[in-house]
């Protein structure tokens, strides 16, 4: 008797059904320490933005500082100023490649001998042509520049400056018209204009020192926003070194 109390003493008894299902999901689970996020806790909030401070070893990354809309202007005119002096520069030089063109073309015809015909100027006849096709894709790309500046910037004011004879006086008029159609605004003082273009003439004495002397002046507006260009005679002989558009900045 004794032996079989000690037996049965010894065998554990069979686990129920509830604790079977227990054992077999691994055990009572864990109470969740993740906070849960509830439409009663977005109201509290207002739209207010938590930074929670960073784990120990990781990297913050500043978040970029928001644009003021006056920042966006600005950087509105910049870019639509680049794009007006870029658009006129390559109507301008496709305009001369187009005369250089019919020149040669219209030399072709007139020279006697044909070998300097058929090889000379024929040549410089490509060579001119695919300056044109060149100039001409370059044009392209500029009115697409121009327009893409042109969407929802804020109307933008210009200045012209006109030296020296009557041809310099109609190109001005000319860049006048092509800057009105491009929703520009002419104004009569220069400190109005988002756009400053000097029209110049190498005939007067000193005009080269003139120029930078007037660019200097206008560095005195001091006014990111402000794109200078300079055009004519002067601008020709200078080549790029002086027709180049500036930043507010004539240095």
Known sequence: MLCAAAAL????????????????????????????????????AKGNLVVLPAKTGEKVTAPEPQKTSLQKQD???KASGVATVRLITAEKKVGELEKELR???????AENDPNYRDKTITDRFNQTKKQLDDARKELADARDAQHASLSGRNEQTFFIETWGCQMNDLDSQRLSGNLKLRGYRRVDDERQADLILLNTCSIREKAENKVYSRLGALRELKRDSVQIGVCGCVAQQEGSGSSRARHGSTS
């Not at 686990?15 to 079977?20: A, M, N, R, W």
């Not at 109470?31 to 509290?44: G, P």
């Not at 020149?103 to 015809?109: F, G, S």
Request: hydrophobic share 25%.
């Open 9 to 44: 003493a010894q065998e554990k008894p069979e686990d129920s059904p509830l604790v079977k299902a227990a054992k077999a999901g691994g055990g009572p689970k864990k109470k969740s320490t993740k906070k849960v996020i509830t439409n009663a806790d977005v109201k509290r």
């Open 103 to 109: 020149r040669i073309e219209d030399t072709y015809y």
């Open 75 to 77: 950087e509105q005119r």
